[in-house]
């Protein structure tokens, strides 16, 4: 049951509680001054103190017939064994019962108490008379108690107290469950739309809330489904329309770079056009060169967006990051001479679970950069560890960096202004990360430049095992 309902029942029972305890109180007085009975309380106090009597002059009695046998007083009467057939009804229960004595009053008024004692041969009797009967005490004990016990079956008042608090606190009952059922079918459509809400605000534009009521509330529901059909509609069309400009956009920078190539090819073709029946070998042939060396930069052009678009089988395995840095440097490394590599590798060997090729292509992309970028006399950091639950690979460079408007769109396909460059090798680098189940991400360096840090899954320890 949600706030909204314990509220309701919450000012029921402070409207409610305080008014019904009043009315019990009044209504519980004037019964006490209206109805005027006899009071019970007097006599049942003197009937337990007249039971109280009975049982100590009882005790007393048992003292006074003991203390006259020991001394001799009493003389007892035999019950011999031989003559059982004839005993008393009372000597017959006493010797089946296996009791070593027993106690018991006889006489018209209990003024007589018997005493039996057991014995090998027979039963012994000792008898002694009181001038107080214990049996009219005993009667008179039991009809102070009928009196009591039939005053208060007529207690009228003690009757409609008891009716009037039950009839009460039943009316208050229902009125209590009457107001529960009302309370929650009023707050559980709330409820609904206050949960469909925070699914809408948690981005899921297809939850609805169903709609069975005229009231205000139900307005409220049809106007919630109204607006997230919106808002599901408008994200469609917005999500239609980012994904057509960014393929506007690649068509645009395809086309650009496609337009670089084909200019200088038309220029030269158009050139042998006009030089046509001129013996002029040399330019023939530098022309020729020309136009493969372009087409060659198209194909290339091509291939690179081929490869940005394709999904490549992806086979991890576990991959030792140390062994994979070292050998990527020593390929390229002789490529620029003048680059200074300083290699902080974790002496952990960390292992990724990472596919081979991906992650060969991740490494000569960003030290191919890095490289490029430090220049002849620059420095090049790489660093292998750990982070948290995965293994990271840091590469810096001490160049000029990075401005901010390319850190704006650093992953994003884009044309690029450098000698041979396509302008999507970082990003089919990241999405090569991605695959892996990793990322590649900028940090903050130690060095000018730019720093990317490679983010990879760890390689569990049976699969380094394997691996070995």
Known sequence: MNRLCNRLIAVFLAATLIPLAATLWITTSLLEYSLSYANTSQLDRLSRMLERTGRELYQQYQEALRADVSSGRLRPAIHALTASSNWPDQVKD????????????????????????RRKDG??????????????????????????????????????????????????????????????????????????????????????????????IGAAIRAFNHMAEQLQESRSRLVYLTQLASWQTLARKMAHEVKNSLTPIRLNVEEMVA????????FIEQAAQIIVDEVNSLERRVRAFSEFAAEPPVEPKPLDLNAMVEE????????????????????????????????????????????????????VLVRTGFDSACTVIDIQDSGPGLSPLARQSLFEPT?????????????????SALLSGGDIVLIEGELSGAAFRVKLPRAAAVAAQVSA
């Open 123 to 216: 039963v012994l009797e000792y008898t002694k008379t009181f001038r107080i009967g214990l049996t009219a005490v005993s009667d008179q004990y039991r009809q102070a108690r009928r009196l009591v016990a039939s005053a208060d079956s007529r207690d009228l008042r003690r009757g409609f107290t008891y009716t009037f608090i039950l009839l009460a606190t039943s009316v208050w009952l229902i009125s209590l469950a009457a107001l529960v059922w009302c309370a929650t079918r009023i707050s559980r459509p709330i409820q609904r739309l206050t949960e469909g809400l925070s699914e809408l605000a948690a981005g899921n534009l297809s939850v609805r809330v169903a709609d069975h009521r005229d009231d205000e």
């Open 275 to 282: 030089r046509h029946g001129e013996n002029d070998r040399e």
């Open 328 to 379: 990527r440097i020593v390929l390229l490394k002789h490529a620029h001479a003048g680059v200074t590599y300083d290699l902080r590798l974790s002496p952990d060997r960390p292992r990724a679970m990472a596919d081979e090729d991906l992650l060969r292509g991740i490494l000569t992309n960003l030290l191919e950069n890095a490289a490029q970028a430090a220049g002849p006399g620059g420095t």
């Open 94 to 117: 006493f010797w089946e019962s296996g009791s070593a004595e027993r106690f018991y009053l006889s006489g018209e008024r209990g003024e007589r108490l018997n005493w039996l004692v």
């Open 415 to 431: 044309i690029s202004f450098k000698r041979g460059g396509m302008g999507l090798g970082l990003s089919i680098a990241r999405k």
